[in-house]
């Protein structure tokens, strides 16, 4: 075969391997894009959450960071839906060490239940669990292993407004 064959060659296979990327291109937009046509985009209406109070210092870590992923830092708008949290933490020891009986890894779980709610009408738009769990290194001190566990409730409430966010934002996208 000539070189100016292959050459041909490589180009036909490469536009036909570049073919569904450019039909495709135009299809694909953003979750978090704002719409051309006006209405408010899915930033918009995550913004527009609001969080009900909450009771314990897990939950309201979680409400905290949900907060401002959903709103950015900046003032909520008038709000369109209602998120209501419930937060659960529990500790189990992972690691045990022979020798004194005591934890050396333990591990906190947290649960969220929380409920997106239609604010005027009190209906269930959307309910759901989310479950997160964090390790943290416990030992003879006690006021280091409680620091540590509160430390390792923090970065889990960190994680679990994530997914909070996260799945509000898929079904809001799904629900426009």
């Known amino acids: ?17 570049l073919l ?20 408010p985009g899915l930033k918009g209406r995550l913004a527009a959450i ?6 314990d210092r897990v939950g309201q870590q979680v409400r ?10 900046a003032e909520a708008p008038p709000a369109r839906y209602r998120l209501v949290l419930v937060t659960s933490s529990s500790s189990d020891s992972a690691l ?21 709610l239609d604010p005027a009408t ?3 738009l959307l309910k759901a669990k989310n479950f997160t769990r964090k390790s943290y290194n416990s030992g003879l001190q006690r006021f280091a292993t409680v620091r540590a566990r509160r430390d390792a409730e923090n970065d889990a409430a960190d ?17 426009p």
């Open 159 to 175: 994680v679990m407004a994530d997914q909070i966010r996260l799945r509000l934002a898929t079904w809001l996208a799904d629900h």
């Open 64 to 73: 905290n960071r949900l907060s401002f992923n959903l709103t950015g830092g």
């Open 122 to 124: 009190d209906k269930i």
């Open 20 to 39: 569904p990327a450019v039909m495709l291109g135009g299809c694909f937009r953003p979750m978090l894009a704002e719409p051309g046509n006006g209405s």
């Open 96 to 116: 045990v060490d022979a020798l004194n009986a005591t934890p050396q890894i333990d591990t906190v779980t947290l649960t969220t239940d929380y409920t997106l």
């Open 1 to 17: 075969m000539s070189s100016s064959s292959q050459t041909s060659r490589r180009g036909a296979l490469l536009a036909l391997a």
């Open 50 to 55: 609001a969080i009900d109070p909450v009771e």
